[in-house]
Nanobody, 125 residues
């Protein structure tokens, strides 16, 4: 069992930066692929970025590539999302997620066994 707690959301102006953190409980954090998803009002939850268990591989949605960076510190049981050059369309609730076998692939929310409660990110124009 893994519990995930996100932090770092808030209000920022377009063009600004914000960093999110997701702290995980449990001693097996380093065995999980981790990801960030987001959900804007009235829209489905969508993939943002994911990172392999070792941190050696990362994947990004086209909409955030070059602006967002996912990273992890397995010693601290924490995954991060650094968001730069933010746009109003990045406004959403951001969720941290973890998967072991990731049977539906790294981009599908159906792969992820564990989810955080979400943190709101609002980008004003």
């Amino acid at each position: 069992q893994v519990q995930l707690v996100e932090s770092g959301g808030g209000l920022v102006q377009a063009g600004g930066s914000l960093g999110l953190s997701c702290a995980a409980s449990g001693r097996t954090f380093s065995s999980y692929t981790m990801a960030w998803f987001r959900q804007a009002p009235g829209q489905e939850r969508e993939f943002v970025a994911s990172i392999s268990a070792s941190g050696g591989s990362t994947w990004y949605a086209d909409s955030v590539k070059g602006r967002f960076t996912i990273s992890r510190d397995n010693a601290k049981n924490t995954v991060y999302l650094q968001m730069n050059s933010l746009k109003p369309e990045d406004t959403a609730v951001y969720y941290c997620a973890a998967c072991t076998y990731c049977s539906q692939g790294y981009f599908s929310q159906r792969s992820y066994n564990y989810w955080g409660q979400g943190t709101q990110v609002t980008v004003s124009s």
